[in-house]
């Protein structure tokens, strides 16, 4: 499907005003963080986002603002591209408007009841839990850094996309702001090349989507039965952590594993269960998991039960072993935190 100018320039400017926003966001988030590798580079990259409007906006002009005045004097048409008039056609989506005219046509109503469907299963991925960013967002420290600049090479690509579309004279027109998408896709590179944070939180996101397998959010019954075990008992605020305590040596591997095995149900539930870890480790989780699968056809044999209580076991040593030598002051602090926001 094709993409006319103005609706090239529109996608444009929206892109821009998001990048400007995440640019804010990464000046607070590395205020005090002194000790992030790639200074130099964050600051480069911070330097091209605070000359995007720039880029965009330095051509334009209004010879004539002595006759008619300022473009936001006057009537919005369509062609228009000044950032008022882009910004007040973007705030109508409700409207049908005829800009020619300057009157709304007719009321469309976009309200939630007109949906044929209503989500009766949550998917930690729609809801962002188990994706790239979140992924990101868990990483100690610089966390927060991390998943915006990821955010920020994201929203390039937006840009790119309307920007760079076609070969013409508009890709002619911003041939400062296509140099400047370049440069910081550039220094994106650069800093996913200082760590190995972006590449484990793709693997593990990557593994998660096998684990969880296809999630049905309009008919809970059509999910299979790690589906529902994994969402149900929330799992989702477990696995973030694994950024911290695995390697990117074993997240690769337990992707590996989730391809090879992502058709096989048990294996599905022992790897979830690996990745929750220590953090699964109470009696009445495990007694829901095994009365969720008693009669499971092939959760329920001997053999899958053995190496699942076996799994709980080793999950609850782990949470043993961390708390041992732990005051009671101390235990109730750190157990706050780790189900903090669930």
């Given at each position: 499907?094709?993409?006319?100018?103005?609706?090239?320039?529109?996608?444009?400017?929206?892109?821009?005003?998001?990048?400007?926003?995440?640019?804010?966001?990464?000046?607070?988030?590395?205020?005090d963080?002194?000790?992030?590798?790639?200074?130099?580079?964050?600051?480069?990259?911070?330097?091209?986002?605070?000359?995007?409007?720039?880029?965009?906006?330095?051509?334009?002009?209004?010879?004539?603002?002595?006759?008619?005045g300022?473009?936001?004097?006057?009537?919005?048409?369509?062609?228009?591209?000044?950032?008022?008039?882009?910004?007040?056609?973007?705030?109508?989506?409700?409207?049908?408007?005829?800009?020619?005219?300057?009157?709304?046509?007719?009321?469309?109503?976009?309200?939630?009841?007109t949906?044929?469907?209503e989500?009766?299963?949550?998917?930690?991925?729609?809801?962002?839990?188990?994706m790239?960013p979140?992924?990101?967002?868990?990483?100690?420290?610089?966390?927060?850094?991390?998943?915006?600049?990821?955010?920020?090479?994201?929203?390039?690509?937006?840009?790119?996309?309307?920007?760079?579309?076609?070969?013409?004279?508009?890709l002619?027109?911003?041939?400062?702001?296509?140099?400047s998408?370049?440069?910081?896709?550039?220094?994106?590179?650069?800093?996913?090349?200082?760590?190995?944070?972006?590449?484990?939180?793709?693997?593990?996101h990557?593994?998660?989507?096998?684990?969880?397998?296809?999630?049905?959010?309009?008919?809970?019954?059509?999910?299979?039965?790690?589906?529902?075990?994994?969402?149900?008992?929330?799992?989702?605020?477990?696995?973030?952590?694994?950024?911290?305590?695995?390697?990117?040596?074993?997240?690769?591997?337990?992707?590996?594993?989730?391809?090879?095995?992502?058709?096989?149900?048990?294996?599905?539930?022992?790897?979830?269960?690996?990745?929750a870890?220590?953090?699964?480790?109470?009696?009445?989780?495990?007694?829901?998991?095994?009365?969720?699968?008693?009669?499971h056809?092939?959760?329920?044999?001997p053999?899958?039960?053995?190496?699942?209580?076996?799994?709980?076991k080793?999950?609850?040593?782990?949470?043993?072993?961390?708390?041992?030598?732990?005051?009671?002051?101390?235990?109730?602090?750190?157990h706050?935190?780790?189900?903090?926001?669930?």
């Amino acid at each position: 499907m094709g993409l006319s100018d103005q609706e090239r320039i529109d996608g444009i400017y929206h892109s821009i005003h998001r990048l400007s926003g995440l640019r804010h966001q990464l000046i607070a988030a590395n205020r005090d963080q002194y000790y992030m590798t790639g200074l130099e580079t964050l600051a480069g990259l911070e330097t091209e986002l605070a000359g995007l409007w720039h880029c965009l906006l330095a051509e334009q002009t209004n010879g004539m603002h002595w006759i008619f005045g300022s473009d936001s004097d006057g009537l919005i048409r369509q062609e228009n591209q000044s950032p008022w008039a882009v910004a007040i056609q973007g705030q109508m989506p409700l409207v049908d408007y005829d800009w020619e005219m300057g009157n709304p046509i007719e009321w469309q109503d976009n309200s939630l009841s007109t949906m044929s469907k209503e989500k009766v299963f949550f998917d930690p991925f729609d809801n962002g839990f188990l994706m790239i960013p979140a992924l990101l967002r868990a990483v100690q420290y610089n966390g927060q850094s991390c998943e915006i600049i990821f955010l920020i090479y994201r929203e390039l690509e937006t840009l790119i996309y309307y920007l760079r579309r076609y070969k013409d004279e508009l890709l002619l027109k911003f041939a400062d702001l296509n140099k400047s998408i370049s440069t910081m896709q550039g220094g994106c590179f650069s800093i996913f090349c200082m760590s190995d944070d972006y590449s484990k939180a793709y693997a593990l996101h990557s593994a998660c989507k096998l684990l969880y397998g296809t999630i049905n959010s309009f008919d809970k019954e059509a999910n299979d039965a790690v589906t529902q075990w994994a969402v149900n008992q929330c799992l989702h605020h477990s696995i973030p952590s694994v950024m911290n305590e695995w390697s990117l040596k074993d997240v690769a591997a337990l992707h590996l594993e989730a391809v090879y095995h992502k058709d096989d149900l048990l294996e599905r539930l022992l790897s979830i269960m690996r990745l929750a870890g220590k953090r699964y480790h109470h009696k009445h989780e495990y007694d829901e998991l095994c009365k969720s699968i008693k009669d499971h056809p092939v959760l329920s044999k001997p053999e899958a039960k053995s190496r699942i209580e076996t799994q709980f076991k080793v999950c609850s040593e782990a949470y043993k072993q961390e708390h041992k030598d732990t005051s009671p002051e101390e235990f109730q602090e750190m157990h706050t935190d780790i189900y903090r926001g669930c």
